[in-house]
């Protein structure tokens, strides 16, 4: 079907910046909307930021964060500024898209990559 694939994510200290990656591949006909989930430990999956005809951040994120589409609208990318202990968690990409050969739109996750600020 579709595939998503992370990358980017690592350790770094409080107030520093990592940018994560994701890139979808498989029987994509078209992406309408990308973004980003997270989840620490013992917490439910949060929306982080969405883009697609808009663009959405979580409160705890905003002017710290930074989502963008790559040109080949296949890609999206989280620029993470002034990061902070809180950020802590495993970050998963997420697409709602239309499969090749099916008419119905679906969501797909990445296996997600963790992102671990420490103080």
């Known amino acids: 079907q579709v595939q998503l694939v992370e990358s980017g994510g690592g350790l770094v200290q409080a107030g520093g910046s990592l940018r994560l990656s994701c890139a979808a591949s498989?029987?994509?006909?078209?992406?309408?909307?990308m973004g980003w989930y997270r989840q620490a430990p013992g917490k439910q999956r949060e929306l982080v930021a969405i883009i697609g005809g808009s663009t959405n951040y979580a409160d705890s994120v905003k002017g710290r964060f930074t989502i963008s589409r790559g040109n080949a609208k296949n890609t999206v990318s989280l620029q993470m500024n002034s990061l902070k202990p809180e950020d802590t968690a495993v970050y998963y990409c997420?697409?709602?898209?239309?499969?090749?050969?099916?008419?119905?739109?679906?969501?797909?996750w990445g296996q997600g990559t963790q992102v671990t600020v420490s103080s």
């Open positions: 498989g029987r994509v006909s078209s992406i309408n909307a």
């Open positions: 997420n697409a709602e898209a239309l499969v090749k050969f099916e008419g119905a739109k679906r969501e797909f």
